[in-house]
């Protein structure tokens, strides 16, 4: 079994940073491309950022230029550096994976999701 950690959350004012990770464990053989996902109160689960085995990335527009997605491929482990936090990034936070393990092809993976809130 598969399980993805996300750590990192809290509360941050206006104009900080935060910087979240992700760590798969497991049975893993491999992990092709690694996302985080985020989810307003009473809004749809929307993609924030993506970031491939090798380093390819890609931004939702609302982020770009704020955070930056990065992996370490040795740990399993995926990290977003949220910088100019804004109230309207206040949401969870999940990391998402596609996920090949000893015993299954490729599966999708989610975390248990981590809350971020911006105020002051």
């Known amino acids: 079994q598969v399980q993805l950690v996300e750590s990192g959350g809290g509360l941050v004012q206006p104009g900080g940073s935060l910087r979240l990770s992700c760590a798969a464990s497991?049975?893993?053989?491999?992990?092709?491309?690694m996302r985080w996902y985020r989810q307003a109160p009473e809004k749809e689960r929307e993609l924030v950022a993506t970031?491939?085995?090798?380093?390819?990335?890609n931004y939702a527009d609302s982020v770009k230029g704020r955070f930056s997605i990065s992996r370490d491929n040795a740990k399993n482990t995926v990290y977003v550096q949220m910088n100019s936090l804004e109230p309207e990034d206040t949401a969870v936070y999940y990391c998402?994976?596609?996920?090949?393990?000893?015993?299954?092809?490729?599966?999708?993976?989610w975390g248990q999701g981590t809350q971020v809130t911006v105020s002051s």
């Open positions: 497991g049975s893993i053989r491999s992990i092709n491309d």
């Open positions: 998402n994976a596609d996920v090949t393990s000893s015993s299954t092809l490729a599966k999708n993976y």
């Open positions: 970031i491939s085995r090798g380093g390819r990335t």
